[in-house]
């Protein structure tokens, strides 16, 4: 008998969408595509895109006549992210592949950008190195990665309400395993690029309150679910009880608001 697909399990990709991209990410994109600079009619890849806001904030500057693609290795984002993309003025692709080995023609795109994705490659400068191959000789690459996880209250809080149960916590610590500046300018030096620009910012995440905090990082963000799922049951409730207790600090009117640090890379191919 013939094989059914299988439904593509988007839970994760939902709670992604709905908690961490207005909360966490939105901020960060809208200044990584402003430094970006996307222009009317330009093709632009955003690698590891998650649900899609790269691609949709991209979009913007490109107009009707260019053409904005997304690829992630998780097909339940892409499949959300093309749900909410469907009827867009601008062209629109998505593509389920590994970042590492991306089915495209070289030399495809204006621009590439990559959002808090290059800390979870499994070999950052080959992944650079591929972006750089579907760069046009005259394209950029704009990518944005978080700093140290003492300047980014919010996942700091989590691992260590991880760590004091005595749970593995390192999954939900590559967010900010590759906050040194030097590092990055040395892998994208290797990885084949030249005019390395490094903007180290601070800004602001917001979320409607500390439980749609724990609601994004226990379902929706990558990397911190899968610490947290090494939870015994018995201790999740003082989990959620530790990490309400670190935030508190930053509510304000049931609103939470902490700092987070991310820095910015701005290169372009080396001839």
Known sequence: MPQTNQPIDTTSAEAYEKFMVPGMFAHWTER??????????????????????????????VGPAGK??????????????????????TPMEWHCASALKMAFNDAAFDLCVCLQGLQFFPDRVAGLAEIRRVLKPSGR??????????????????????????????????????????EIRDVATKAGYTGIELHTEDGVSHFASIQS?????????PSTRHAVALLPENGRAQFMRDVSTMLEPYLAKGELAYPMRTHILLARPAS
């Open 32 to 61: 990584v595509v402003q430094l970006a600079a996307p222009q009317l009619g330009e093709h632009v890849l955003d690698v590891a895109c998650g649900t899609g806001i790269g691609v949709r904030v991209a979009a913007r500057g």
């Open 213 to 221: 905090f724990l609601d994004g990082m226990t379902m929706g963000s």
């Open 141 to 182: 690459v704009a990518a944005s990665i978080w700093g140290p996880l003492e300047c980014n209250i919010g996942h700091d809080a989590v691992v260590r309400a991880l760590e004091s149960q005595n749970v593995d916590a390192s999954a939900a610590k590559r967010a900010c395993s590759f906050a040194d500046p030097d």
């Open 68 to 89: 904005v693609v997304g690829v992630d290795i998780d097909p339940g984002v892409i499949e959300v992210a093309r749900r909410i993309t469907q009827g867009a003025a």
